[in-house]
């Protein structure tokens, strides 16, 4: 008799996940879900791109993407949600890297919507500043409404293509 394929989790039994076997389609899912996430922060930071850990000293950093401002982005793409406790493999360094920036953990499980994990504080401020300017019709904000649906609901792109 078989191993079973499903994980002896039970959320992922109550959703009905079954968990890779492979490590090599969970790390291409992986770097996928990277690549989108990068895509994703383009409409709002251009020069956002995948970080290639692997092959360079800054590994440790544990950053996925860069070029994002402020922001340092770490993704987790797994068969369920990755634990919140995960943002803190973001490493920030308060005297090379100074003040005011700011951990994002960004996860997907299967068949279930991304979900980011950030700092209390920093919601607060986000939605401070959505609330202050709400109503403004920009070209900024149009592009990242775009890209937001493209990340969320990738299949409607296709089906529009």
């Not at 950093?61 to 803190?88: E, H």
């Amino acid at each position: 008799m078989g191993r079973s394929k499903t994980s002896p989790d039970p959320w992922a039994e109550e959703l009905k996940i079954k968990v890779p076997k492979s490590k090599k389609l969970s790390r291409e899912k992986g770097h996928k879900f990277e690549r989108d996430t990068a895509n994703a922060f383009k409409a709002i930071f251009p020069e956002a791109k995948r970080h290639l850990e692997y092959q360079t000293v800054s590994a440790a950093l544990g950053i996925d993407i860069t070029g994002t401002g402020d922001y340092r982005v770490q993704c987790k793409r797994t068969a369920l949600y990755a634990n919140p406790s995960r943002i803190f493999e973001i490493r920030i360094d308060p005297e090379r890297d100074g003040d005011g920036l700011t951990r994002i953990l960004v996860t997907k499980a299967d068949r279930l919507p991304t979900l980011a994990v950030l700092p209390f504080e920093k919601l607060m401020e986000l939605i401070s500043f959505h609330e202050r300017y709400k109503g403004i019709e920009d070209e900024p904000r149009r592009r990242a409404q775009r890209a937001i649906d493209r990340f969320q609901y990738p299949d409607a792109q296709e089906q529009r293509a």
